[in-house]
T-cell receptor, first 114, second 117 residues
């Protein structure tokens, strides 16, 4: 597609449930990033993939968060045993693998934990 | 560690007035700097980027920003505000990642711009 696509756009889950968020990056983009944006805040880095390799996961807040990109294209962010503090917008971004290239963002998934 | 400070969480201007959104960064190496705009319920759209070429950077929708190393600033301006400019604006910094590849972005907390008719 022309841009980064994320699904679902909205997800409501009960505390303790597992959720999976999908990101379909721009075709040909090597780099893929996940960010978490709390209400009224700027996005915060979660994890980074270069093709299928997860090179940085330093931003993942706990071991309940897991991300994968098995074929170097679509990525999934999984949150196990969700907690209320996981409520946020999760943004995915992709880019060419050069430091001066901008990241292109999807519209995000708004996750609400009840 | 890199950081970004955006002064003013909320800025209000009249339509046709100058827009000035402030951004100061902290980085130990020459950074890459970006301004993004976010409309409600949407992702971030790139306005402009600084990557060590010209210090005055022109972006989309009439916005521009000037990189001032001595002041560690990258303020965003637009000569004449339009109603459609009302949105949230984020300044971000990154440096090189692994082997010259992309580094992750560090964002400021954002500035919400309101435009009064």
């Amino acid at each position: 597609g022309a841009g980064v696509s994320q699904s679902p756009r909205y997800k409501v889950a009960k505390r303790g449930q597992d959720v999976a968020l999908r990101c379909d990056p721009i075709s040909g983009h090597v780099s893929l990033f996940w960010y978490q944006q709390a209400l009224g805040q700027g996005p915060e880095f979660l994890t980074y993939f270069q093709n299928e390799a997860q090179l940085d996961k330093s931003g993942l807040p706990s071991d309940r968060f897991f991300a994968e990109r098995p074929e170097g294209s679509v990525s999934t962010l999984k949150i196990q045993r969700t907690q209320q503090e996981d409520s946020a917008v999760y943004l995915c971004a992709s880019s060419h693998d050069r430091a001066d290239q901008p990241q292109h963002f999807g519209d995000g998934t708004r996750l609400s934990i009840l | 560690a890199q950081s970004v400070t955006q002064l003013g969480s909320h800025v209000s201007v009249s339509e046709g007035a100058l827009v000035l959104l402030r951004c100061n960064y902290s980085s130990s190496v020459p950074p890459y700097l970006f301004w993004y705009v976010q409309y409600p319920n949407q992702g971030l759209q790139l306005l402009l980027k600084y990557t060590s070429a010209a210090t005055l950077v022109k972006g989309i929708n009439g916005f521009e920003a000037e990189f001032k190393k001595s002041e560690t600033s990258f303020h965003l301006t637009k000569p004449s505000a339009h109603m459609s400019d009302a949105a949230e604006y984020f300044c971000a910094v990154s440096d090189e990642g692994y082997g010259g590849s992309q580094g992750n972005l560090i964002f400021g907390k954002g500035t919400k711009l309101s435009v009064k008719p």
